[in-house]
């Protein structure tokens, strides 16, 4: 007899199309039959160990975070609430350029140093591995060979190649080096990683060429992967940015995924429309592209990630060098607040925008839930000064909340057809973004079922059919007979995120079950000590 049938489900099946009455039978971790209208067609109704009814509540695949930062929280965090919580089924790991494989010993201290305020400083992990395939096994045996709450894929992260190829200087690759970063590229890809990422707005990545890219982009084609680029700016020249992006994949015949896609400031309000024509005409063009979005319109990154590029050149060590030095600190503060600086997108800095959301130093707690403008003001000095203090005493560690986006143009990119869910979740810090508890909760609550800005068939498909298409899964994102039971049961009427922006760490509502590989993780709303999820790899 199968281990458990699911009865009388609403099934939104992540095709888009319309929803429909079944029980559903999982065994052994897959589903293993549909029986659609069981209870009205009279029919003798599958049987299993266990019955679960499923009345009033919908049945979908596991949600797919596109743009996850829980590279080292699924070693950390056997719970990892955060995510499971949510639906979440399913993360990719290794975005925007930096992670933790490849390494040698420098770069993985380098490294660790550099993005600290994502992941924290890891000292209560033992990082044993330093090539991608030895990550991804560390993955599928966590604690204690048991494995992690949520399954996980993985991107290459140019920045990090690059940093352990040529290191964190601001010159081209000599051809030496750039052999080097596409053997390490193809290595990664061969051992399991889906494609390869960038943060072109972040050391060392940002000071890669486009020809340097492209030419690790052929690699990551070759192996059938995609690109994903934290693209040169989401402020001043956006638009510019998005196309080099485009242009260049298209040059190297690898796909895209835009990350985190938004036009953000001052400058871009209201353009959301040029983007999306741009994205239309490169579809038209015979583009293969994708993005993926969180329902939110802040940011949040780190301080020290605002710095003009000139100030990060060298790494960690020379950031904090020249932060110290009178004269190197006032020629940042001089790019930040009048130039613009690339850190911060071409636009000059606005201190009133810039929350401060965690602090590795318990000292520095204060800071926590203010605007660096609020804070200089209690202490009667200059921003640039409070700003300064933080980026030495919290050593490059401190988290902010950038207020810098637009709901229009949230909106109008969440209506794209080739728009898919990513959180961007940071988990770090006293008040991270709400986004990294209550991103998939949000799009079913606020976005269909309050706003109407797309229908649930219609959200659903885009939380977990297109992900696992743009992750050439073959077995998981649909609600299909043979396909692997990944799915969450929650209730259309009142699943809703519990984060809020005072309180982020609250979890969802509405969201009673959710099963990895056919097991249950959230079982009557709680957390069960299950951990189902495994790397998923490439698939060739």
Not at 140 to 167: E, H, K, M, S
Request: hydrophobic share 40%; net charge negative.
């Amino acid at each position: 007899m199968e281990e458990l049938v699911i009865r009388d489900a609403d099934v939104v099946d992540g095709s888009g199309g319309p929803s429909y009455r079944a029980d559903v039978v999982i065994d052994n971790g897959r589903i293993v039959s549909i029986v659609q209208e069981a209870a009205a067609a009279g029919c003798q109704r599958p049987k299993a160990v266990r019955e679960l009814d499923a009345e009033g509540l919908v049945l979908s695949p596991g949600f797919i975070d596109m743009h996850a930062h829980s590279d080292l929280a699924l070693l950390r965090d056997p719970d990892h609430s955060a995510k499971a919580a949510q639906g979440v089924t399913l993360e990719v790991l290794g975005q925007d350029g930096l992670s933790y494989a490849p390494v040698d010993d420098r770069t993985l201290a380098e490294v660790r140093r550099a993005i600290t305020g994502w992941n924290g400083h890891g000292d209560d992990l033992d990082f044993d591995w330093r090539s991608v395939g030895e990550y991804l096994d560390r993955l599928d045996f966590g604690f204690g060979g048991r494995g992690i709450a949520v399954n996980a894929a993985y991107l290459i992260p140019q920045g990090t190649v690059r940093a352990l190829a040529v290191g964190w200087e601001d010159r081209e690759a000599t051809p030496q080096e750039l052999d080097r970063m596409r053997q390490l590229v193809a290595e990664g890809m061969q051992q399991g990683a889906v494609g390869m990422s960038s943060g072109l707005t972040y050391t060392p990545g940002m000071y890669a060429k486009d020809a340097e890219l492209t030419e690790l982009c052929r690699v990551v084609a070759s192996y059938g992967g995609y690109y994903c680029p934290h693209h040169r700016s989401y402020g001043a020249g956006a638009v510019q940015a998005y196309e080099e992006m485009v242009a260049l994949t298209r040059e190297a015949g690898c796909s895209l995924h835009l990350a985190h896609a938004t036009m953000n400031f001052g400058v871009n309000k209201g353009r959301a429309s040029e983007l999306l024509a741009l994205l239309d005409d490169a579809l038209a063009a015979g583009a293969d592209l994708s993005l993926d979005a969180y329902p939110y319109t802040p940011g949040s990154t780190t301080l020290v990630a605002l710095l003009p590029s000139w100030a990060s050149e060298g790494g960690p060590e020379e950031i904090l060098g020249r932060l110290a030095d009178e004269e190197s600190a006032e020629r940042i503060r001089h790019d930040l607040e009048v130039v613009g600086a690339d850190g911060c997108h071409g636009v000059p800095v606005e201190w009133d925008t810039i929350e401060i959301s965690g602090v590795t130093d318990p000292g520095l707690a204060d800071f926590v839930g203010r605007t660096v403008r609020e804070s200089a003001g209690l202490r009667g000095e200059a921003p640039w000064v409070t700003a300064r203090r933080l980026l030495l005493e919290d050593r490059l560690g401190t988290t902010i909340l950038q207020h810098v986006g637009h709901e229009e143009n949230v909106r109008a990119i969440m209506r794209h057809r080739v728009h898919t869910g990513g959180s961007d979740g940071i988990l770090q810090g006293a008040k991270p973004h709400p986004r990294a508890y209550g991103t998939f909760p949000r799009y079913l609550g606020r976005y269909v079922r309050e706003l109407g800005v797309l229908s649930l068939e219609e959200c659903v498909a885009r939380l977990t059919a297109r992900p696992a298409a743009r992750l050439r899964l073959p077995d998981r994102g649909l609600v299909r007979e043979g396909y692997r039971a990944d799915l969450v049961l929650f209730d259309p009427a009142t699943v809703a995120a519990g984060s809020t922006f005072e309180n982020p760490r609250v979890l969802p509502t509405g969201i009673p079950y959710v099963l990895v590989d056919g097991r249950f993780v959230i079982e009557d709303g709680r957390r069960t000590d299950v951990l189902a999820g495994r790397a998923v790899r490439r698939t060739p």
